[in-house]
């Protein structure tokens, strides 16, 4: 619960990268195709069930544009029809893909969402219907890092990395009572083909895999030296078998934390990032004595 009690408070930003440009056949002249998928950072799995987003358009807006007020741009429609995601389906790695649209060929910076619903089912059953902020009411904007680049005759990927430790506020007391949530959606945007990805198993020093140790990764700003000024730019929970996958990490050098309770934290640093590349790290976690 002490980990529990972190997460909501929404000291996380997490992300994830699989690299995908496909060089498919388009038969239109002039044109590219970008493919939108969507993922999440895990929420605390001993407590929801679920973590459902209903999106009934999404857009994308040029370069060119970026000049023009936000609700002034203009905006391409890539696909639209209500599509129900939860969210909490979506961890170490899995995306699923929510449009996919030729469009003409050129620079493109910003994803607008709309969405129309949203809401978090406990695991005892209890619903919660979420009020949708009403600033969102043109559509959630999330920039894309960096600007994804449409080729003539092919494919490009953007990852949405939604944010539930964020996004989907607890109202109440995690000890006793929850009395419901606030929806302030997180979104990140990421061009894949920028992007590469950390992944590895957790053991304890006997080698016995660790579930639901937590993984953060962080940008530090004072290199070799962890502070409150540190970018955190991802996190995850390990699966059964100790395994994690961080995903759409823009080229960098990050540092990782790997805690669970009952065992002592284990940090790597200086740990190398290339685009299309994966890193394995593989924290091994000393039990407390």
């Not at 996380?12 to 939108?36: H, P, T, Y």
């Not at 140790?213 to 030296?225: D, G, R, S, T």
Request: hydrophobic share 40%; glycine share 6%.
């Amino acid at each position: 619960m002490k980990h529990l009690k972190l997460i909501i408070t929404g000291i996380i930003l997490s992300v994830f990268a699989f690299i995908s440009c496909n060089k498919e056949e388009i038969n239109m002249e002039n044109k590219g195709r970008v493919n939108v998928h969507i993922t999440d950072a895990p929420f605390p799995i001993d407590l929801v069930s679920s973590t459902i987003v209903t999106i009934d358009a999404v857009e994308i807006r040029k370069k060119a544009d970026a000049e023009m007020d936000d609700d002034e741009a203009s905006f391409i429609l890539l696909a639209e029809g209500e599509t129900e995601i939860d969210l909490l389906e979506l961890t170490n790695g899995i995306t699923e893909q929510i449009a996919s649209a030729d469009i003409e060929a050129g620079t493109y910076d910003m994803i607008r969402l709309h969405v129309v619903n949203a809401k978090v089912i406990l695991y005892d059953g209890t619903e919660f219907d979420l009020q949708i902020p009403s600033s969102y009411t043109s559509g959630l904007k999330v920039k894309i890092q960096p600007a994804v680049s449409i080729s003539e005759g092919q494919t490009s990927d953007v990852l949405l990395d939604f944010d539930v430790n964020q996004s989907f506020i607890v109202k109440g007391n995690l000890n006793s009572q929850i009395g419901g949530f606030i929806f302030k959606p997180v979104v990140r945007g990421v061009y894949l083909g920028a992007a590469g990805r950390i992944e590895g198993n957790v053991s304890d020093t006997q080698g016995n895999p660790l579930e639901n140790a937590w993984i953060k990764l962080w940008i530090p700003e004072v290199e070799n030296e962890l502070s409150e000024n540190d970018s955190l730019v991802v996190s995850s929970f390990t699966d059964a078998e100790g395994n994690y996958k961080l995903i759409g990490l823009p080229a960098n050098s990050y540092t990782l934390t790997a805690e669970l309770e009952g065992f002592k934290a284990d940090t790597t640093e200086n740990i190398s990032v290339t685009a299309g590349q994966a890193t394995t790290v593989n924290p091994e976690l000393p039990e407390e004595e």
